[in-house]
């Protein structure tokens, strides 16, 4: 296409003409929609039409948790306690170094203690960033939503440690799944560090006096209380042995059960012993002899057993070392009575088969009392 200068070009757009007053009513048009479309509330940011503003400061928007504006100081509600200990993180982290700190120092031994005496941030040169509530490692700062700060000068805007604080249930109110997160964390760490802070460090200011004076009354009213009786020992309960006793207890009864079971084994052998001759009573009273001399070498022997009783009580000691003598002293004495009597003899002056072998049955029946009853001494 041949262009010559100087000469006007007339394109054709194709639309169709418009007859009088038409392209004022399709003008009209678009504005009765936009004021229709004025009166539709906008529920959400997805909406595309509607009206998106409101009649601020009466009606509000909810802001997003993760909303953030400028920082502050969080302290927990029941202690007072800050959960700052003036590590420094955020003020090395901070881009326009507006943060500055003072650590706090135990006033007896000079030593650092985990806390802040100076907190200061400058508002005013403060870019929002957040850095500072990310890298604390004790979630100690969190970023406010309060963005409505004007004001006529500079310095109003430096921000001291009374002006940063807020209880956890301020945060709480307008982040409650953002500290529900680290909740357990942060006051675990609360815990430690308060155990390292002496008097009323480390607690929000606002609350300092408050807690200086209650802490006074509570020290002038238990002075004034008459001293309280010192708590009576708690007696044993009824009926329940110690360990000691009970061990004595048994070493008793073992005892006993032997005495018992040595004399009822011995009293059968008397009968059978009346009706020895003068040589098998000999050999019967032998055979005790020797049962009996056992039976005290093995009391000898069990002696030592006793050595676990030192543990006992004296009282419980010497109660079941005399329960041992006595069992021995009565198996002795079954086996001795057991050949006392003679026993008549036939017309030769011989025993009968039948008294030979009762004589043999009573002196085998005495060897086993005393041995059984030197058996239980051992045990116990």
């Not at 700190?101 to 000079?110: E, H, L, N, S």
């Not at 500290?179 to 760490?189: F, L, S």
Request: aromatic share 4%; charged share 25%.
């Amino acid at each position: 296409m041949d262009i010559q200068r100087g000469n006007i070009i007339v394109m054709d757009r194709r639309t169709g003409k418009l007859r009088a007053g038409q392209g004022l009513l399709q003008g009209l048009k678009v504005v009765w929609d936009h004021w229709a479309a004025s009166f539709r509330k906008n529920e959400n940011f997805t909406q595309i039409r509607g009206n998106f503003t409101v009649e601020y400061p009466d009606e509000r928007l909810q802001l997003p948790q993760a909303y953030r504006n400028m920082p502050v100081l969080l302290y927990d509600d029941e202690s007072g306690h800050e959960l700052c200990t003036g590590c420094y993180q955020c003020q090395r982290i901070c881009p326009p170094q507006v943060i500055h700190i003072t650590q706090a120092k135990d006033p007896v031994t000079g030593k650092m203690v985990p806390a802040a005496t100076e907190f200061i941030i400058e508002y005013d040169a403060c870019m929002s960033c957040g850095f500072c509530a990310e890298v604390c490692p004790f979630d100690s700062i969190k970023m406010d939503h309060v963005f409505e700060l004007s004001t006529a000068d500079h310095d109003s805007l430096t921000m001291r440690k009374a002006q940063l604080n807020r209880p956890i249930s301020y945060y709480t109110s307008i982040a409650p799944d953002l500290w529900e997160g680290v909740k357990a964390g942060a006051m675990k760490k609360l815990q430690g560090n308060i155990k390292r802070r002496p008097g009323v460090i480390g607690m929000a200011p606002s609350l300092t006096e408050k807690i200086k004076a209650r802490r006074q009354e509570l020290a002038e009213a238990a002075a004034a209380a008459p001293p309280a009786a010192a708590p009576a020992a708690p007696a044993a309960p009824a009926g329940k042995l110690t360990p000691e006793e009970k061990a004595a207890k048994l070493a008793a009864m073992k005892a006993a059960n032997a005495a018992k079971k040595a004399g009822g084994e011995a009293a059968p052998a008397e009968a059978p012993a009346a009706e020895l001759s003068p040589a098998d009573a000999k050999a019967a009273k032998l055979a005790a002899i020797k049962a009996a001399n056992a039976a005290k070498k093995a009391g000898g022997e069990a002696a030592p057993a006793e050595a676990p009783a030192a543990e006992l009580s004296p009282a419980d000691a010497k109660a079941a070392k005399l329960a041992a003598i006595k069992a021995a002293n009565a198996a002795k004495k079954a086996a001795e009575a057991a050949p006392a009597v003679a026993a008549p003899t036939t017309g030769n002056g011989t025993a009968a088969p039948t008294d030979e072998k009762a004589a043999r049955l009573a002196a085998i029946k005495a060897a086993n009392a005393a041995k059984k009853a030197a058996e239980q001494g051992n045990n116990e």
